[in-house]
């Protein structure tokens, strides 16, 4: 197996187990430490781990994945959480979308919805939902994120504080085990808890690497959210904690 096809690989080992080794990655592809060895340096050079004796973890949760990166991790999974999302959401409602790649997943969704107003900070789900010739499309304003096609700042949260939404939909970058959803920028966390204070239902879409990951910026807990959609039985106590909040949880199969 060539380095190109195992780069991705060791990843998602890395992302799910949070670290790893030059042994087990050696035994796992049937290669010598130090072919694995120069494919932990690659990595590192190229900023995606961090090289530790023995191994490597991710990077410091204080950036985000890149967003051509993060559309091509577990797309059927989000297609899965996008579809039971979408069943849930009613016609003829006002909605708000906002910036991620599990929301873009959504709106994909949306393309047959019906008498829809959606209010979106992400310039990816407007460009989708203009294949609806039935939904009313609103974007915020604010500075673009080039990187991902989202608007933050003051605009866009005064534009979204004019709005009252009979439901969100939105995403995070990371899940604490406490319920906390966590982003990397402090400008995306106020758009969203301006989202959540707007708005009269709220649904998250999140897939289950989200647990394993970690970011800075605190957005509000689940106990805040009326349904989380996702792929996998919640961590620990945390389903239960959830249900006690009064947070739905449906778990989408793909």
């Known amino acids: 197996m060539s380095q190109t096809f195992r780069h991705p690989e060791i990843l998602e080992i890395a992302r799910r187990e949070g670290k790893v080794t030059v042994e087990?990655?050696?035994a796992h592809f049937g290669v010598t430490l130090q072919t694995i060895r120069r494919d932990l340096t690659d990595l590192a050079d190229a900023g995606r781990l961090e090289r530790v004796h023995g191994g490597a973890v991710l990077p410091s949760g204080t950036v985000n994945i890149g967003y051509e990166e993060r559309r091509s991790l577990y797309p059927e999974q989000k297609a899965a959480i996008a579809r039971e999302c979408a069943a849930r959401?009613?016609?003829?409602?006002s909605l708000f979308l906002n910036i991620g790649t599990?929301?873009?997943?959504?709106?994909?969704?949306?393309?047959h919805h019906k008498d829809l107003m959606v209010v979106t900070n992400n310039m990816n789900v407007a460009n989708i939902l203009v294949a609806n010739p039935d939904c009313e499309i609103i974007v915020t304003g604010g500075h673009l994120r080039r990187a991902d096609g989202g608007l933050i700042g003051n605009l866009a949260t005064d534009?979204?504080?004019?709005?009252?939404?009979d439901l969100a939909v939105i995403g995070c970058s990371a899940l604490d085990r406490d319920g906390d959803m966590l982003d990397f920028d402090i400008?995306?966390?106020?758009?969203?808890?301006?989202?959540?204070r707007?708005?009269?239902?709220?649904?998250?879409?999140?897939?289950?690497t989200k647990f394993s990951r970690s970011a800075p910026a605190r957005i509000a807990s689940l106990a805040d959210v009326d349904t989380f959609f996702t792929d996998r039985a919640l961590p620990g106590p945390l389903g239960t904690e959830c249900a006690a909040w009064g947070t739905e949880v449906a778990i989408a199969t793909p």
């Open 187 to 196: 400008q995306e966390v106020s758009v969203s808890q301006a989202i959540l």
């Open 102 to 111: 599990s929301t873009e997943a959504v709106a994909q969704e949306l393309v």
């Open 24 to 26: 087990g990655l050696a």
């Open 89 to 93: 959401i009613p016609h003829g409602i």
């Open 198 to 208: 707007q708005s009269r239902k709220t649904f998250l879409v999140a897939d289950h």
């Open 159 to 165: 534009t979204i504080r004019q709005f009252k939404f």
